[in-house]
T-cell receptor, first 114, second 112 residues
Framework: DSGVTQTPKHLITATGQRVTLRCSPR?????VYWYQQSLDQGLQFLIQ???????AKGNILERFSAQQFPDLHSELNLSSLELGDSALYFC?????????????FGPGTRLTVL | DAKTTQPNSMESNEEEPVHLPCNHS???????IHWYRQLPSQGPEYVIH???SNVNNRMASLAIAEDRKSSTLILHRATLRDAAVYYC?????????????FGTGTRLKVLA
């Protein structure tokens, strides 16, 4: 158990819908990262927040957005969902927000878009 | 952006050493080399990282080439529990922005 929690574990929805994925980082960690893992593209970094501020951006689509709240939990919002958005979404956390940090990954949320 | 290249899969016998290679020929001077592994049905977990020198920890060793264009993760005695996908990742900054680039990973199969 990494100490990072993600809810829900599974999510099934239809094309065009909007969903919110939630992540609670390990106690004491200030940085949160979101990744998408699909069969054809592997693990893709989406976005990083540090203490409420966006710190790094990867291959995140404009239909996706994220935020980190004052209690440090984070939410990833996915809108206008397409079939290709079906994937595992992982959240990770780290103490600081620099590249040398060890990232601790949650168990993931499996999103299925029908 | 700098990328990493890894073999798709490798096999090893239990209790034998395993050398997992990673090519990162376009690595920049500030990039750290990280290795994570992903066990079945789990999120990735940290294994080891380094910048220029070889590194050891209780899980593995990391050998980094002198020109930093390649590295090798060494598991000294593979166990069945080590069967996983191993990712070689570059972490650094580009134009002041942090980057986290995963490779395609090597699926390690450990034979009993």
């Amino acid at each position: 158990d990494s100490g990072v929690t993600q809810t829900p574990k599974h999510l099934i929805t239809a094309t065009g819908q909007r969903v919110t994925l939630r992540c609670s980082p390990r106690s004491g960690d200030l940085s949160v990262y979101w990744y998408q893992q699909s069969l054809d593209q592997g693990l893709q970094f989406l976005i990083q927040y540090y203490n409420g501020e966006e710190r790094a951006k990867g291959n995140i689509l404009e239909r996706f957005s994220a935020q980190q709240f004052p209690d440090l939990h984070s939410e990833l919002n996915l809108s206008s969902l397409e079939l290709g958005d079906s994937a595992l979404y992982f959240c990770a956390s780290s103490v600081g927000g620099v590249p040398t940090d060890t990232q601790y990954f949650g168990p993931g949320t499996r999103l299925t878009v029908l | 952006d700098a990328k990493t290249t890894q073999p798709n899969s490798m096999e090893s016998n239990e209790e034998e050493p395993v050398h997992l290679p990673c090519n990162h020929s376009t690595i920049s001077g500030t990039d750290y080399i990280h290795w994570y592994r992903q066990l079945p049905s789990q999120g990735p977990e940290y294994v080891i990282h380094g910048l220029t020198s070889n590194v050891n920890n209780r899980m593995a060793s990391l050998a980094i080439a002198e020109d930093r264009k390649s590295s090798t993760l060494i598991l000294h005695r593979a166990t069945l529990r080590d069967a996983a996908v191993y990712y070689c990742i570059l972490r650094g900054t580009t134009s002041g922005t942090y980057k986290y680039i995963f490779g395609t990973g090597t699926r390690l199969k450990v034979l009993a």
